[in-house]
């Protein structure tokens, strides 16, 4: 912290921050405790103090700075004094200046700036409220909003507009641009905006039935999974000396022992863990609650990262990212990144899929196989229907051996 102290107090001649120098050691020190290397933290404050210097050329105080302010100093030809040998300001360059504001912003300097959001359209944003109170994931949420958000440029913003023919041709267009599994997510999402807008009463009932079904038989393919052995070597891949390493470990044992989601990696939080029991508290869809048994060597996994490599950062949610500053996952896909890395790590042949839900599917196979009943999978990966669980025993193939019948004998015709 004495190098960052003496870098802010030691400013280039030509690029002094005026009067936004109270606030710069503190955002310094901010970000320092935020995991920032001294070097992005010299780059912050460069940034800042050629702002500074701008502001004061052009003669505006800090009380005058606003979202106008900020795009004028972000595409403004350079000729500030320095050293800096580019006449423009990159985007990296400005996004600094912008969230050393929204810091100041906090703190009363810069009571007239409100950053721009990009928030959805009404009533888009009331529809993902309405998604929240019925217990919906955020990251589910997420996933139906963008996909409203491609719906209505085809379907038309007035709703009360919408009839079954209109529906039915937005999606015969989108059939022709996505894919199938990708155009039965867009209609079902449909649906419940339908259904959703139906309660408001800004659209005629029932419209959410004038959708069309997409062909799909369910549960037709065969789980994409890997055995036992190469489990193990996708766990060994990580390297435990590193902090990363031990995070992966931890995310992976979970996965692989009792089938998590990777949205339940993502929310899961400290306090979700129950030591002295050897449990852990699972918040999944709906808003449903699940305690299930915590396997020892994830168990252990997990406490290793936390004494030994997770940031000492006030976050509830356990697994942060690496790089600062420090913060939980922003959503499931991250997961499924790093499971895909220590895969191609380990060296083993995968199916086409190689996300965390491949490690899911591996943990019910494996159970499955070793004896496990059907009842007994399903409670573990908290499925609703034993059909979902029952799509797990198309892989054990010796018990299938059990049940086929022989192939009927070729009767000739009279």
């Known amino acids: 912290m004495n190098q960052i102290t003496q870098y802010v107090n030691k400013f280039n001649d030509f690029l002094l921050p005026g009067e ?100 959805l359209p009404i009533p888009n944003a009331h529809f993902c409220e309405f998604l929240k109170y019925r217990g919906l994931l ?17 379907l038309g913003q007035e709703s009360q507009d919408y009839d079954a023919k209109n529906i039915k041709r937005t999606v015969l267009q989108l059939s022709k ?29 029932d419209l959410d039935r004038a959708v069309p079904a997409v062909a799909n038989w369910s549960l037709s393919s065969i789980p994409k999974y890997i055995v036992a052995e190469e489990i193990e070597q996708v766990i060994n891949s990580c390297d435990i000396k590193t902090p990363k390493g031990l995070r992966d470990r931890a995310i992976i044992l979970l996965l692989s022992r009792i089938g998590l989601r990777a949205g339940d990696i993502v929310d899961m939080k400290l306090d979700h863990i129950d030591w002295h029991n050897g449990s852990v508290r699972l918040l999944g869809k709906m808003n449903r609650e699940d305690c299930l048994p915590l396997p020892q060597d994830a168990g252990d996994a997990i406490l290793d990262y936390i004494e030994n490599a997770r940031p000492p950062v006030k976050i509830a949610e356990i697994f942060l990212c690496i790089n600062a500053p420090h913060r939980p996952f922003s959503s499931s896909a991250a997961v499924s990144s790093l499971v895909a890395s220590a895969i191609k790590r380990s060296g083993i042949a995968t199916p086409a899929s190689c996300g965390a839900h491949l490690l899911r599917h591996s943990a019910a196979t494996q159970m499955l196989r070793t004896g496990a009943t059907l009842e007994t999978v399903s409670s573990i990966l908290r499925h609703r229907s034993l059909d979902m669980t029952a799509y797990y025993a198309k892989v054990d193939i010796p018990m299938l051996e059990t049940i086929m019948q022989p192939w009927p004998a070729r009767v000739t015709s009279c």
């Open 177 to 205: 641009q996505y894919s199938l599994a990708r155009l039965k997510s867009l209609t079902t999402a449909l649906r419940s905006y339908l259904r959703f807008l139906a309660v408001k009463g800004l659209c005629a009932p």
């Open 138 to 154: 955020s990251i589910t949420v997420k996933h139906y909003s963008d996909s409203i958000n491609v719906i209505l440029p085809l």
């Open 20 to 119: 936004l120098e109270p606030y710069l050691l503190i955002y310094a020190q901010h970000l320092s405790e935020q995991g920032y290397t001294n070097l992005s933290v010299r780059g912050y404050i460069d940034s800042v103090s050629h702002f500074g210097t701008w502001l004061t050329i052009n003669e505006v105080s800090i009380k005058d700075i606003d979202v106008e302010v900020v795009e004028r100093f972000a595409k403004h030809r350079c000729h500030c004094p320095g050293s800096r040998k580019k006449t423009f300001v990159s985007i990296k360059y400005a996004n600094r200046v912008r969230k050393f504001i929204v810091f100041v912003c906090k703190h009363g300097g810069i009571p007239s700036y409100t950053p721009l959001e990009h928030s």
